[in-house]
C-alpha cells in the first residue's frame, strides 16, 4: 500500500500585528489533540527534502548560570524519506504505512554553564550570536539592547531534514522551547518549540516545530492549530491497535492553511506571508510498546 496524499490549500486570513507576550519559564503542557480534516485544494510548490543533519561544535563560552538551566533533551528521530515533484504540486513520501520510515525532528536547548535536571517550559529573548552549523545556534539570552554585566549563553540544536530545519535565526528573537518527561519519567523529551522575530509586528513566528501534534501554547495563543485525520489503515496481526497513516491540517485563526499527507511539505499562504510546511510523520503503527509517530516544522520563508 502507497502513502496517498491529500493537497491541501492556502487562504487569506487577517490578523492584527504583534509581538507574542513575555513569560518566565512554566510547566510544559501535555501531549497533542486530534481531529479529522478534509480534502481541499493544492496551492505553491514542493521541494525536495534534505538529509539528516546533525551538526558539531567543540567551541565553549564563558557565562553564568541562567535561572532556567537545562539539560539536553532528546525528541524522536528515525530513517528518512524526501518529497519532491514539480512547482504546483505537493507530493507524498515513499513506503507503506507498516513500514513507514520518515525522518523526524528532534531538538536540544542546553545552557554552557551545564546541564540541570529540570524538565519545563523554556523562555527566552534571544540575541542571536552565531550560526554555527545547519541547525545549531549559538544565542546569548541576555537579551538585544539590555545591558548585562555578562552573557548568558544558550546551544540551540535542531536535528530533522535539512528543508525543515531554518537558515538562520532572527538577530533578536522570543524563542518558546517546550518539553516533557517521558511515560517512564525517566527521559525529558523535547515536544515543540517557536520562534518569533522580535523586529517584526508580524505575531505568527518565523518558525514552529513539535514531536506531537499540538504546537506550544504560545503558537495556540496567536491562532495556529494542528489537527490529525486518519488517511489509511493498514492490517497487522500482532499489533495492539489498528495502524493508522495520518494526515495534518494546519491552521491560522480558524481558516485552514494546508493540509497533508505524511512525507508531505508544500507552500502556504498566511496574510500575504509564504510559509514552508512540512509533515515529516504522522502515522501510528500499531506496536504495542510504541506510541504514534508525528513530527512536523513550518517555517517563515520571508
Known amino acids: 500500500m502507497h502513502l496517498r496524499g491529500v493537497s491541501g490549500v492556502l487562504v487569506v486570513v487577517l490578523s492584527g500585528g504583534c509581538t507574542p507576550p513575555g513569560g518566565e519559564p512554566t510547566t510544559g503542557g501535555p501531549g497533542g489533540a486530534e481531529g479529522t480534516t478534509t480534502s481541499t485544494s493544492t496551492f505553491g510548490g514542493s521541494e525536495t527534502g534534505g538529509g539528516s543533519a546533525v551538526p558539531t561544535t567543540d567551541g565553549t563560552s564563558g557565562g553564568v548560570t541562567s535561572e532556567v538551566d537545562t539539560g539536553a533533551v532528546t525528541g524522536s528521530s528515525s530513517g528518512g524519506s524526501e518529497s519532491t515533484g514539480e512547482p504546483g504540486t505537493t507530493t507524498g513520501g515513499g513506503g507503506s504505512l507498516c513500514d513507514a520510515d520518515g525522518q523526524g525532528i528532534s531538538a536540544t536547548l542546553v545552557h554552557w554553564s551545564g546541564p540541570n535536571k529540570d524538565c519545563e517550559t523554556i523562555v527566552l529573548t534571544n540575541r542571536l550570536t552565531m550560526n554555527v552549523g545547519p541547525g545549531v545556534f549559538d544565542v546569548d539570552a541576555c537579551g538585544c539592547n539590555n545591558p548585562c554585566e555578562s552573557p548568558d549563553p544558550w546551544l540551540l540544536t535542531i536535528v530533522a531534514p535539512m528543508a525543515a530545519l531554518p537558515a538562520t535565526l532572527p538577530m533578536c528573537h522570543r524563542l518558546v522551547f517546550e518539553q516533557a518527561w517521558n511515560a517512564d519519567m525517566t527521559v525529558?523529551?523535547?515536544?515543540?518549540?517557536?520562534?518569533?522575530?522580535?523586529?517584526?509586528?508580524?505575531?505568527?513566528?518565523?518558525?514552529?516545530?513539535?514531536?506531537?501534534?499540538?504546537?506550544?501554547?504560545?503558537?495556540?495563543?496567536?491562532?495556529?492549530?494542528?489537527?490529525?485525520?486518519?488517511?489509511?489503515?493498514?492490517?497487522?496481526?500482532?499489533?495492539?491497535?489498528?495502524?493508522?497513516?495520518?494526515?495534518?491540517?494546519?491552521?491560522?485563526?480558524?481558516?485552514?492553511?494546508?493540509?497533508?499527507?505524511?512525507?508531505?511539505?508544500?507552500?502556504?499562504?498566511?496574510?500575504?506571508?509564504?510559509?514552508?510546511?512540512?509533515?515529516?510523520?504522522?502515522?501510528?503503527?500499531?506496536?504495542?510498546?510504541?506510541?504514534?509517530?508525528?513530527?512536523?516544522?513550518?517555517?517563515?520563508?520571508?
Do not use: K
Open 188 to 302: 525529558c523529551e523535547f515536544v515543540a518549540l517557536s520562534v518569533w522575530d522580535l523586529d517584526s509586528e508580524a505575531p505568527f513566528g518565523v518558525y514552529h516545530a513539535a514531536t506531537r501534534v499540538e504546537p506550544t501554547a504560545e503558537a495556540i495563543g496567536v491562532g495556529w492549530s494542528v489537527e490529525s485525520g486518519v488517511n489509511e489503515v493498514c492490517g497487522c496481526d500482532e499489533c495492539c491497535r489498528t495502524p493508522e497513516l495520518r494526515d495534518l491540517s494546519f491552521t491560522f485563526n480558524n481558516v485552514e492553511v494546508v493540509q497533508l499527507a505524511e512525507g508531505d511539505e508544500s507552500l502556504a499562504d498566511v496574510v500575504g506571508l509564504p510559509y514552508r510546511v512540512h509533515n515529516l510523520r504522522s502515522h501510528d503503527a500499531g506496536i504495542c510498546d510504541e506510541t504514534e509517530e508525528v513530527d512536523w516544522a513550518v517555517l517563515a520563508e520571508f
